[in-house]
């Protein structure tokens, strides 16, 4: 499967920005989807996921209450919504895939087979 990920941009603090991660094939509804993110000078990091039915979010504790993950399964697509941006949510941001994997791994990057290029978020105080 292929990822393009798109919506990044310059947002103040406070504000908003909604990410999306379109997916190429047929298969889309079977694969648990996550967001990473990776800051200057950091490692990258486990943002937010979903799992393949849609019914089960993870996230990671600095998101909670102000991200949310979301999928259109009929438009092969995942959502990424934003609010309450903090400078320190200024990272590029990459969308994966991952089909058959236990559920006890959903936050961890080598479980995932499939990326996309990163969209990078800035945000300005």
């Known amino acids: 499967v292929q990822l393009q990920a798109s919506g990044g941009g310059l947002v103040q603090v406070g504000g908003s920005l909604r990410l999306s991660c379109a997916a190429s094939?047929?298969?889309?509804?079977?694969?648990?989807m996550a967001w990473f993110r990776q800051a200057p000078g950091k490692e990258r990091e486990f943002v937010v996921a979903?799992?393949?039915?849609?019914?089960?979010?993870y996230h990671q504790d600095s998101v909670k209450g102000r991200f949310t993950i979301s999928r259109d399964n009929a438009k092969n697509t995942v959502y990424l919504q934003m609010n309450s941006l903090k400078p320190e949510d200024t990272a590029a941001y990459y969308c994966?895939?991952?089909?058959?994997?236990?559920?006890?791994?959903?936050?961890?990057?080598?479980?995932?087979?499939?990326w996309g290029q990163g969209t990078l978020v800035t945000v300005s105080s």
């Open positions: 979903i799992r393949s039915s849609g019914g089960t979010t």
């Open positions: 994966a895939a991952r089909i058959g994997k236990i559920l006890s791994t959903v936050r961890y990057e080598y479980s995932y087979d499939y």
């Open positions: 094939g047929r298969t889309f509804s079977r694969y648990d």
